[in-house]
């Protein structure tokens, strides 16, 4: 889903207080809704607008409601892009 060794979602599991999967018997993560939704927050703000660690870390803790509803609008224009794509190409 984000193109990355599971190292690295294992490492901001560890980084980032809001991301808590559960886990199985097996210790396989077991990650929400939720958590898919924070980890999106994290790659936009680590990926897309270069903050560090640190940065995104303190971005969350003050901005977090801000921070979802922005991620909500992004994935509701690029879901928008993608269908208006399809209908391009199928005219």
Do not use: C, W
């Not at 889903?1 to 886990?23: G, H, Q, T, W």
């Not at 969350?60 to 909500?72: A, I, P, W």
């Amino acid at each position: 889903m984000f193109d990355v060794n599971a190292s690295l979602i294992r490492f901001y599991e560890k980084e980032f207080d809001v991301l808590k999967p559960k886990k199985n018997k097996k210790g396989n993560r077991l990650f929400t809704p939720e958590d898919v939704e924070n980890l999106k927050i994290i790659f936009h703000l680590i990926r897309d607008k270069g903050y560090t660690l640190n940065g995104a870390k303190d971005h969350l803790k003050g901005n977090m409601s801000e921070t979802k509803d922005t991620q909500r609008v992004i994935g509701s224009l690029e879901n928008l892009k993608k269908f208006l794509l399809e209908v391009r190409d199928q005219l």
